[in-house]
C-alpha cells in the first residue's frame, strides 16, 4: 500500500456531544467506552471476589453459617449454610464472570479502547457505534449472566467450560441446568458477538488510522498486544458463538449434538436424544478457550513492557523479537486446544502433538520473559506502584508458565488433571497475572484519564499484600494437587484422606480473606484519587507515547483535530544527546546514530 | 461521512503519488481518486478493510458448524442421509443471479472503471447516472429475498415430510446450517437497502463504497452458500 495512502490524516470524527446521555451513557467517544468497560470489569472483579470469598470459607467450615447468605440464597443456602449445589453454582459464576467480564474485558475493552486511538494518533476508533454496541451488547450479557442468580433453580453448576451432557440436559441435571444454564449460553453469546464487534474495531483502527510516521515497527508493543489480541478474538469468539447454537438446541429443540444414548441421570434415563459427543463440544470449546487465555494476558504482556521500559528508563530489550514473540503466542495458541483435553481418551498420538506444540509456547514466552529481565537489567529502575507491579506480573507469569511445563506432559496432566494443581495454576498465569496485568495498567495510565495521581504509599500498601496474598492462596494449592486433593469438591472434610490437608485449606482461605480485603484500598485509592487526588503533569512518567502528548484527560477528539507526526519509535529511552533522557515519538529532532 | 468531498478528476491525473500534501496537511485534503479501492480516503477506505476483517469470524462460524458436521457425522451411527428438496437448485440460481446484478450495479457505480476506456480525462463520467445503478440494487434485493422466500418454502416441504429439527442429526444440521446463512443473508439485504437509500438521489463517493463494500459482503455469502450447498452434497 502506498505510504501516501497508509498516512492519510483525515479521521473519523464525530462532533462532541452535549447532553449527559450521549456524552456519558451512550457515548461515541472511545475514552468514554473505554472506562464505560474499566467499571464493568471493576464491578465484576469485585462480585466475582466475593464469590470466591464465600467459596473459601464454605470448603473450610462447611457448616458454619454464612451471616446474610440465608437471606440472599434462601433455598442455595438455607440459614446461611450452601449446599453442595449452590457451591458449584457460585464456582461457575466465579468463573464465567471472571474469564469473560474481567480478564477479557478490562485489559482490551478497557484499556485497549481508551489509548489505543490516542497512541497511533488517531481521533476515535474506526467505527464509533459499533464500539458503543459492542460495550452495550457486554452489558446486556453480565446483566442476563447475573440474572441467573435469581431464576427459579438458580445459576448454573457446569463451571465456565459447561460440559455437556450436564450443561445439555436440562433441570434433570439439578437446580440451576434449568433457566439459569439457558441463561449462561445466552450471556455467553451476547458476549461472543460483542467481542467480535470490538475485535474488528480494534482491527481497522490499527490498519487504517494510523497517524503519519507511525510505522508498525514504530507502534507501542501496547498497540501489538491489543492488535493481536483482537485477531484472536476474531478468529475464535465466533467457534464458541456456534458451540453455544448447538448447546441450546440440545437444551430447547430437542437435537442431539452432544448428547449421547443410553444417559442415566438422578435414576432417570433420556430417552429422546442419542448418537451426540460430549466431546465435540470440548473441542469446539477449548478451540476458543485455549486462545481466549492469551485474550486476557497479551494485552497485560503489552503494558507489562510499556512500562518497565519507561520506569527501569531504557528501550525495550529486543522490540522485533517481543512483535514476534507476540506473533508466535498468539499463532500457536490456536494449535494446543487438546491439551485440555488429554483426560478425554484421545490417541496418544494426537495427545503427542498437543503436547509438543504446548511447550513450544514455552519458546516465545522466554523470549518475552528473558527481554523484560534484559529491560531491566542495568536500568535506573524507579518502582513506582505501577513498576512493581509490572515485575510482579513477570513474576506471576514465570512461576504460572513453569506448571504450564508439567500439565502439558499428558502421563503426568492425567494425575493432576482434577486437583488443585490445576486450579493454582490456572490462577497464577491466567487469573493473577493478568490481573496485575491490569493493576500496572490502571496505576500507569490514571493520571492521563483523570488528570490526577493515585496514592503510592496506598498503591504500594496493596501491591505488597496483594503480591503475598496471591503466592501464599496459589503456591499451597499446586502442593495440594500434588498429594491428590481434588477439585470442584464443595468440602474436604467428609473425606479421611483429605484431612491431613484440611490445615493447608485453612490457611489459603485466611490467605484469601486478607488478600480481598487489601482491594478495597485500591478501591478507596482509585475514587479518592479521582477527586482528591493530587494534580497530574500532562506526563508525569516522562514516557514517550503519543497519550502524553495531550491534556489529562484527553480532550472529546484527542488531538484537537491536528494529528500528530510521529519521528521515532516508542522506547527511546537514555537518549545520549537528548535534553530529557528521552525523546517523545513527536520530537523532531533526528537520532545520529540510530536510523529509524 | 459528509466531510468527503467529490473525488477530483486532477487526482487521478496527477498519478499515485499527486497529492503528497494530504499527507502532512490539514487533515481535509482527502485522498486521491475515490473510485480506486487502494486510495481511498480514510473514512471510506476503512469500510474496506472492515468487510474483509469482518468475513474472518463468518468463516470460523460455518468452519466450526461444518467441522461439527463432519464429525458428528462420523461419530455416530444412527445418521441416515436426507433427501433435501430440489427446489434449492432453484434457490442457488437465484442467489447466484443476484451476485451477477449487484455486480452489474456495483460497475455502472464506479466512474474510474469507464474512464479506462475513454480516451480523454473529459470524457470522465463522474457521477453516473443514479437510475441505472438503483435498478440493479433494486433487482439484487428483490431476487436476495426471493432466495429468502426460497429457503422459507424447503424448509416447509421438509416439515411437510415430516423432517423436523430434531429428526436426525442430519436435518438438525441441515436447518442449522441453512437458517445460520439465512439469517447473515438477511442482515446482507438490510445493509443493502440501506445503500440503496442511500444512492437514491445522487451516487456519492460513500454511496459508490456502499455498493462495493456491500457487494463484497454478497458475494461472500453466496460463496459460503455454494460451499453448503458441496457439504450437503459431498458428505449427505
Known sequence: ????????????????????????????????????????????????????????????????????????????????????????????????????????????????????????????????????????????GLIVLLAAFVVSGGAPLSGWTAY???????????????????????????????????????????????????????????????????????????????????????????????????????????????????????????????????????????????????????????????????????????????????????????????????????????????????????????????????????????????????????????????????????????????????FAATYFWFPKMYGRMMNEGWGKLHFWITFVGVYAIFTPMHLLGVVGSPRRYSQFTEYDFLKPLAGVHEFITIAAFITATAQVVFLFNLFYSIWKGRKAEINPWHCTTLEWTVPSPPPHDNFGGRPPTVYHGAYEYSVPDAKADYLMQTDAARLPALKH | MATISPPRRAAKLKGPEGDDGGRFGDGRSGGGGDGDAFRLPLPLRRYHTGIWFALVPIVMLFMALSSAYVVRQGLSDDWRSMAWPHLLWWNSAVLLASSATLEVARRKSQPWGMARHSQSGAKLQLFPVAPAVKKWLMTTLALGLLFLAGQLLA??????????????????????????????????????????????????????????????????????????????VLWP
Open chain 1, 1 to 140: 500500500m502506498p505510504e501516501a495512502a497508509r498516512t492519510q490524516v483525515e479521521h473519523p470524527a464525530h462532533a462532541a456531544p452535549a447532553g449527559f446521555i450521549r456524552k456519558y451513557i451512550f457515548s461515541l467517544d472511545h475514552k468514554v467506552i473505554g472506562t464505560q468497560y474499566f467499571f464493568l470489569a471493576l464491578f465484576s472483579v469485585f462480585v466475582g471476589i466475593i464469590l470466591s470469598v464465600l467459596m473459601r470459607f464454605h470448603l473450610v467450615w462447611p457448616q458454619a453459617a454464612i451471616p446474610g447468605l440465608g437471606a440472599l440464597a434462601p433455598t442455595g443456602a438455607a440459614g446461611g449454610v450452601m449446599t453442595p449445589e449452590f457451591y458449584l453454582s457460585l464456582m461457575t459464576i466465579h468463573g464465567t464472570i471472571m474469564v469473560f467480564f474481567v480478564l477479557t474485558t478490562a485489559p482490551q475493552g478497557g484499556f485497549g479502547n481508551y489509548f489505543l486511538p490516542i497512541q497511533i494518533g488517531a481521533a476515535d476508533m474506526a467505527f464509533p457505534v459499533l464500539n458503543m454496541l459492542s460495550f452495550w451488547i457486554t452489558f446486556v
Open chain 2, 155 to 232: 424448509w416447509k416441504q421438509l416439515v411437510a415430510q415430516g423432517v423436523y429439527l430434531a429428526t436426525n442429526p442430519s436435518s438438525s444440521f441441515f436447518y442449522v446450517l441453512t437458517a445460520t446463512h439465512a439469517v447473515h443473508l438477511l442482515g446482507g439485504v438490510v445493509a443493502l437497502a440501506w445503500v440503496t437509500a442511500k444512492c437514491w438521489k445522487r451516487l456519492e463517493p460513500s454511496g459508490r463504497t456502499g455498493v462495493t463494500v456491500a457487494g463484497i459482503y454478497w458475494h461472500f455469502m453466496d460463496a459460503v452458500w455454494i460451499y453448503l450447498l458441496l457439504l450437503l
Open chain 1, 164 to 438: 455437556p451432557p450436564l450443561s445439555a440436559i436440562g433441570q434433570i441435571a439439578g437446580p440451576g441446568q434449568g433457566t439459569g444454564q439457558t441463561l449462561w449460553i445466552l450471556s455467553i453469546a451476547l458476549f461472543t458477538v460483542a467481542s467480535v464487534l470490538g475485535a474488528l474495531n480494534f482491527i481497522v483502527t490499527t490498519i487504517d488510522l494510523r497517524a503519519p510516521g507511525m510505522s508498525m515497527m514504530r507502534l507501542p508493543l501496547t498497540v501489538w498486544a491489543w492488535f493481536i489480541t483482537a485477531i484472536l478474538g476474531l478468529l475464535a469468539f465466533s467457534v464458541l458463538l456456534a458451540a453455544g447454537i448447538l448447546l441450546l438446541l440440545d437444551r430447547m429443540a430437542g437435537t442431539s449434538f452432544f448428547i449421547p444414548a443410553g444417559l442415566v441421570v438422578n435414576d432417570q434415563m433420556l430417552l429422546n436424544h442419542q448418537g451426540g459427543s460430549p466431546l465435540l463440544w470440548q473441542h469446539l470449546f477449548w478451540f476458543f478457550g485455549h486462545p481466549e487465555v492469551y485474550i486476557a494476558i497479551l494485552p497485560g504482556m503489552g503494558a507489562v513492557s510499556q512500562i518497565l521500559s519507561t520506569f527501569a528508563r531504557k528501550p525495550i530489550f529486543g522490540y522485533r523479537a517481543m512483535v514476534y514473540a507476540l506473533m508466535g503466542i498468539g499463532f500457536l495458541g490456536f494449535m494446543v486446544w487438546g491439551h485440555h483435553m488429554f483426560m478425554s481418551g484421545m490417541s496418544p498420538y494426537s495427545a503427542l502433538v498437543f503436547s509438543v506444540m504446548t511447550m513450544a509456547i514455552g519458546v516465545p514466552s522466554a523470549i518475552k520473559t528473558f527481554n523484560w529481565i534484559g529491560t531491566l537489567w542495568g536500568g535506573n529502575i524507579q518502582f513506582t506502584t505501577a513498576m512493581l507491579f509490572a515485575i510482579g506480573f513477570v513474576s506471576l507469569f514465570v512461576t504460572g508458565g513453569l506448571s504450564g511445563l508439567f500439565l502439558a506432559q499428558p502421563s503426568v496432566d492425567i494425575y493432576f488433571h482434577d486437583t488443585y494443581f490445576v486450579v493454582g495454576h490456572f490462577h497464577m498465569i491466567m487469573g493473577v497475572a493478568a490481573i496485575f496485568g491490569i
